[in-house]
């Protein structure tokens, strides 16, 4: 060994240098990692190339390797072959481990992952989704989602739903989704809170349904869809929600519906009132839903007491056709309510919706600023459909203690998809108008 190479150390004064001159390098090696890796981008093809390495520097790092250098079975070969990873992604565990640092790429957080998991180095797991939780979106969530399941990263699961529910209808068309196993797929359908048209779900299933009879060579005909889909997930698709020419010209035409199925479906539609609760739901999901938030500020107004069934009003319309679930009302902390909401045309006073129940308001959070206010959900026990351009009026009455009062309000909000437009209602009070009062959000979906 040459003076230059002896004297080594004494160029990097740190532990950590020392180290990192170590990574990948032949010098005092005692054991090589012989792994696989691709010839190029385009073959399939692979050669094995080896890793060198230092057990004592592993074996400080990692409990498994402890064990497989030091332990009662310890390995005694100083070759170790592993097929189960890739080059560059052991290349990148070695590298934490001698340098503290991972060059991750999308190409290869997978497998950096699997492995800081194989070898319990929980400090790279994290880095890895970290990283992933950067990276995560609509395009690549059905994959991380998958391999995040299989590595119980329950952090990295619930981000994953988050941006699924939100962006459901895009993250159904990618071509991750069409690789997903089936117990995936039951947990999607069965979800409330999916941001998606029944319908487009339906499609999304089905198409799932074709390319898994590809890859079981299996014909695509309604049979096999039905066999490879199976009951738990049809039975989550809620059918009664879809429109009679949407149920008519996307699902019948499938065959993944039996004939029985089918019949119930289409008295359904032909008397609403027969319910098919006892196999599809009639609920829509919950994921449609929007709020129009019309305050950038609330106060507690206190001294404002409503008596005995006191009433605000307030004109809306909005820019094109959408689907009124009901009206958020203010309240107060660990209040309860007796409440009446009604919505009608102004230029009739034409009845489309009400609803009478008892509540208790819950703290919700403003969607722009920082803050929380004390409110509840009324619910119409059937949501209503209002025409773009028609103005329509929403009248509460109810009575209860002090409640919070929004500030700010301006005269037109632009939602996802919509615009809401207000105006003072002839009946207006003080409390209520376009600038202030009640009525803080509207909860909606698109048509």
């Known amino acids: 060994m040459s003076a230059q190479k002896e004297a080594w150390q004494t160029e990097r004064p ?48 990692s409990p498994v390797f402890f064990a497989m250098f030091y332990g009662d079975l310890a390995e005694k070969s100083d070759s170790i072959r592993l097929p189960d990873c890739e080059y560059e992604s052991l290349l990148e ?12 790429t999308p190409d290869n957080v997978m497998q950096v992952l699997y492995l800081a998991k194989k070898y319990i180095l929980p400090s790279l797991v994290e880095r890895c989704t970290e990283y992933l939780l950067e990276v995560l979106n609509v395009s690549n969530v059905f994959c991380v989602l998958s391999h995040a399941l299989n590595y119980g990263e329950k952090k990295l699961v619930s981000h994953c739903w988050k941006v699924i529910d939100k962006e459901a209808e895009e993250a159904v068309k990618t071509e ?5 196993d089936r117990s995936l797929l039951e947990d999607l359908v069965k979800r409330d809170s999916l941001n998606i048209k029944e319908v487009d779900l339906f499609r999304a299933v089905d198409t799932w349904a074709v390319e898994e009879c590809k890859r079981l060579d299996m014909a695509a005909n309604g049979a096999s869809k039905r066999l490879v889909l199976g009951d738990k997930v049809v039975n989550a698709i809620r059918f009664p ?16 519906l039996t004939s029985h199925e089918a019949i ?20 829509p999901r919950t994921g449609l839903r929007q709020r129009c938030c019309r305050f950038k500020s609330v106060v507690l107004e206190t001294g404002l007491m409503y008596g005995s069934y006191h009433s605000d009003y307030l004109n809306f319309s909005v820019n094109r056709d959408i689907v009124l679930y009901g009206i958020c009302l203010f309240g107060s902390e660990n209040r309860k309510y007796q409440a009446t909401v009604t919505v009608r045309k102004a230029s009739n006073g034409l009845f489309k919706a009400t609803k009478i129940g008892k509540y208790s308001s819950i703290p919700m959070e403003l969607e722009e600023e920082e803050g929380s206010f004390y409110a ?72």
């Open 14 to 61: 740190t532990i950590r240098s020392r180290s990192k001159f170590m990574f990948n390098n032949e010098l005092l090696s005692d054991v090589s990692f012989v792994v696989p890796v691709q010839l190029d981008e385009i073959s399939s093809k692979k050669c094995w190339k080896a890793i060198s390495a230092h057990k004592f520097v592993l074996a400080i790092s």
């Open 93 to 104: 565990l070695f590298r934490f481990v001698y340098c503290d640092e991972a060059r991750l």
């Open 176 to 180: 991750g989704f069409e690789t997903i």
């Open 241 to 256: 929600v879809m429109k009679r020419n949407e149920f008519s010209n996307s699902v019948l035409d499938c065959n993944i």
């Open 264 to 283: 119930i479906m289409e008295d359904y539609f032909n008397t609403p009132i027969f319910s098919p609760s006892n196999y599809f739901s009639k609920a």
């Open 376 to 447: 509840f959900d009324v619910l119409f026990d059937k949501p209503v459909s209002l025409k773009k351009n028609t103005w329509y009026y929403v009248k509460a009455a109810m009575s209860g203690p002090i409640i919070w009062h929004g500030k700010g309000g301006v005269k037109s909000i632009h939602c996802p998809g919509v615009q809401f437009s207000f105006k003072d209602h002839p009946k207006n009070n003080k409390r209520t108008n376009i600038a202030d009062g009640q009525f803080p959000q509207f909860l909606f979906s698109l048509e």
